[in-house]
């Protein structure tokens, strides 16, 4: 179990953390709330000591025997302010202490975590920005806000993200720390899987569900990388700082995943394409037929979009990663299946997922083994799929940084 301190400052989002607090504490977590008097203008007290099951207190001076406004701080695994406003954001920059919160920020030395939540044009002032600069630099990871409807009529980028997107960044920090070697890089992953249309209302397609592109996404820009998500038929949530594009066909993948890809740093093909799709599709609805007899299906194969990245890098030092989800059969094991794979290929590192009896698919956790083409394997024991990105991006940074054409990381 997991000291959690939850900070949150005054803005309309602030009903968001109580779902928040919902997870963290429904996980197992040891929380403790920290609202800003404004916070309580929005939620009450009442509220966060109910989900909780601990006092709250805005001020330094409630059970001042216990010294809490270092205390909390100091017995900490964990500190997210959600929502972070850009009143809370400028003080945390700046080094001021006003209230329990801004004081619980300055005596923590564990990961710290902000999740703004403001209007466009307060996110895109340059103090604002000037200010999450400076809290990056200090190892701090500031989330960025999802694009969506502010308070009234307005929309734009400013949106406190998803309460289950925040947690899953949490659960991240908390196993992971905070990680900027990505910064400077730009990536793109694929997720999901196709389907090739057969009449208006079939299709062929898989069982991949797209939670490990999503987990490789958020991993990616947690670590500071700019990221292009490719997302085939997937149901998940936009992953926060991500850009996604949504697609359908293998055809679709293949175009988006091409023109997001040119002079990237990384591209990561964790989507599951359809090796075919119908030669021909009706325009109408297949009927069936009086006398149970079942129309010939005529496929033709499609495009190899891992081969076609591999064979011409969309950059001189693009490091590509694709998956295979194998099972054995006569011809060989799933890692012999799996190395020929990776010859053919040309990638740089293969994840090999064995799905025999459906495995993996839909499911939170996963096991893999990460072929290179190096000859080095690298085996992932079961575990959040997660932290296996997290061991996919271990392995893609350091051959970035190995790379003697590649260009330094800078920070941004």
Known sequence: ?????????????????????????ESGHDVTVVPT?????FVGAPTWA???????????WTGVHAVPHVRIGQGADLVVVAPATANVLAKAAHGLADDLLTNTLL???C?????????????EHPATRANVATLRQRGALVIEPAVGRLTGKDSGKGRLPDPLEIFEVCVD????????????RRVVVSAGGTREPLDPVRYLGNRSSGRQGYALARAAAARGAEVTLVAANTELGDPSGVHVVRVETTE?????VLAAAAGCDAVVMAAAPADFRPSAVSGAKIKKTDDGSAPALELVQNPDILRELSAHRPGPTTVVVGFAAETGDGTGSVLDLARAKLARKGCDLLVVNDVSGG???????????ILGADGSATEVPRGSKGALAHTIWDQVARRLQDDPQSPSIQET
Do not use: C
Request: proline share 4%; glycine share 8%; hydrophobic share 55%.
């Open 1 to 25: 179990m997991s000291t959690v301190v939850l900070g949150v400052a005054g803005g309309i989002a602030a009903y968001k953390a109580a779902e928040l607090l919902r997870r963290l504490t």
């Open 173 to 184: 920090v908390l196993a992971h720390g905070v990680r900027r070697d990505l910064a400077g």
């Open 111 to 123: 990961p710290v975590v902000f999740a703004p939540a403001m209007h466009t044009e307060m996110w």
């Open 359 to 369: 495995a993996v698919f839909g499911s939170a956790d996963n096991e893999a083994v």
């Open 37 to 41: 008097d404004a916070a309580l203008e």
């Open 107 to 109: 005596t923590a030395r």
């Open 252 to 256: 679709q993948l293949r175009a988006e």
């Open 50 to 60: 109910a989900l909780s099951g601990k006092p709250v207190a805005t001020d330094v």
